[in-house]
């Protein structure tokens, strides 16, 4: 999302870091490209305005113009107001009664994305070791009661069915019963949404409120959609009382000015980002990352929280005990594919790392593990096992039987081979043993 604005920010800070000397005109200068960046990904014109008075204010009021370092000063001036303007300091965590169960609405527009969060963060609860109950109350919309059915039980979560017939409140009342009564501990109530800002659905969403006192009031907004969930946000918030913000679609390539502004306007923090289709691809949100990656500096704490949820640690042991004996194969090799798949887009891995931008537009995404992946299921087992066996009509037929190249295969075997070098010589030089040196790349 944040890629033409991140590109352009990069350009401005890495030019600003080679001035041996800094003086009031390039600070001026500076900023002036920041505002037209962050104008033209459609940040609201007082958040920007605000964000470099801050930045202004900080640099010259200081020693920063006067120091050795003084562009690399600007810069992490810059990077602190962005993560003032998103939340300062931790990720805003959701409240939790002290009597449970916890109530959660989710209110919003139509097409924002409401049905499928409400199955993305009970999945997440669950995952944190709660036990989520899921309520849908829109009782307008076609198949908004089963949508939620189907992408809930598809996540492996209990939803509330009922054929739609009692008012809103009747439901999340009997709904509440059923979760006190059966062990539930967070309830998620999915609202009716709306085209716009309706007056009788607010109304609807206020009587809900006083009759459940819901613990969080969530507002779903599609970050595609720019300004206008700016505004939508501060609307629900004056007539509803929001405590938190989730973003939708954020893996979308809209400019990012509803992240960048959606904060600042509402005060209301943002609390978790749908990053993706799957209902695994939904984070807590956290401000410091967000800047980080905009500004190119990577997400390592991310990137390993996701390794974590993808590797299993049994087999994470068995492999190392592989890789020291140097008895890695083509099936290990399949497995590891398979673990990196699960942690999402690879462009989506690469923009954690920092540095990696550069790699930003290497199509690194969908099939692009497809030719070596289709190669390798295409062998028997003891293929697999023992590569050193593919004779030149076991090649033909692998080639054949994945749709590739015998052009293909030998690439990958030869890198393989290459590749179990290396592991051979970096064990080597782990266990003391003499003769170790690196390869030279691409000899």
Request: charged letters at 25%.
């Amino acid at each position: 999302m944040f890629d033409a604005l991140s590109d352009r920010l990069r350009g401005v800070l890495d030019a600003l870091r080679g001035e041996p000397k800094i003086t009031e005109e390039v600070l001026d200068k500076t900023l002036r490209e920041v505002r037209l960046a962050l104008l033209e990904a459609d940040v609201n014109v007082g958040v920007v305005r605000a964000l470099l008075d801050g930045v202004r204010a900080k640099a010259i009021g200081g020693d920063v113009l006067k120091s050795l370092t003084p562009g690399q000063q600007v810069v992490g001036i810059v990077r602190d107001e962005l993560q003032a303007l998103l939340g300062d300091g931790e990720s805003a965590k959701l409240k939790f009664a002290s009597h449970p169960p916890t109530v959660i609405f989710l209110v919003g527009l139509q097409g924002s994305g409401k049905t499928t969060t409400a199955a993305k963060l009970g999945l997440w609860l669950k995952k944190s070791g709660r036990f989520p109950y899921l309520v849908p109350v829109d009782v307008y919309r076609p198949a908004a009661i089963e949508q939620l059915v189907r992408v809930g039980g598809s996540a492996g979560l209990k939803v509330h069915e009922h054929d739609g017939t009692e008012k809103p409140v009747a439901i999340a009342r009997r709904a509440l019963e059923v979760a006190r009564n059966s062990g539930f501990d967070t309830v998620l109530v999915d609202t009716a949404g709306r085209l716009h800002v309706d007056a009788s659905l607010m109304e609807e969403l206020v009587g809900l409120k006083s009759a459940l006192g819901p613990h969080e009031v969530l507002f779903v907004a599609d970050a595609m959609t720019g300004q206008d969930a700016v505004r939508q946000a501060s609307e629900f918030h004056k007539t509803v009382g929001l405590t938190g913000i989730v973003l939708t679609k954020m893996d979308g390539d809209a400019r990012g000015g509803a992240a960048l502004s959606i904060r600042h306007v509402t005060s209301v923090p943002i609390k978790f980002v749908g990053t993706g289709e799957r209902p695994a691809e939904f984070d807590a949100f956290h401000p410091d990352r967000m800047v980080g990656r905009i500004l190119g500096m990577g997400d390592i704490l991310g990137l390993i929280e996701r390794a974590e949820e993808a590797i299993d640690r049994d087999e994470a042991a068995a492999l190392e005990k592989k890789l020291r004996k140097n008895t890695f194969t083509l099936q290990d090799f399949r497995d590891q594919i398979r673990t990196i798949q699960k942690m999402g887009p690879l462009s989506g891995i690469l923009g954690m790392l920092p540095g990696m931008s550069a790699l930003k537009n290497v199509d690194v995404d969908g099939e692009a593990l497809a030719p070596v992946t289709a190669l390798i299921d295409s062998m028997t087992r003891e293929e697999r096992e023992r590569p050193e066996i593919l004779n030149g009509s076991r090649k033909k037929r692998v080639a054949r039987g994945s749709g590739r190249t015998v052009q293909e295969l030998n690439q990958l075997l030869k890198q393989f081979a290459q590749m179990k070098k290396v592991m051979k010589q970096m064990q080597a030089a782990r266990s003391g043993k003499r003769g170790f040196r690196f390869p030279m790349i691409g000899r």
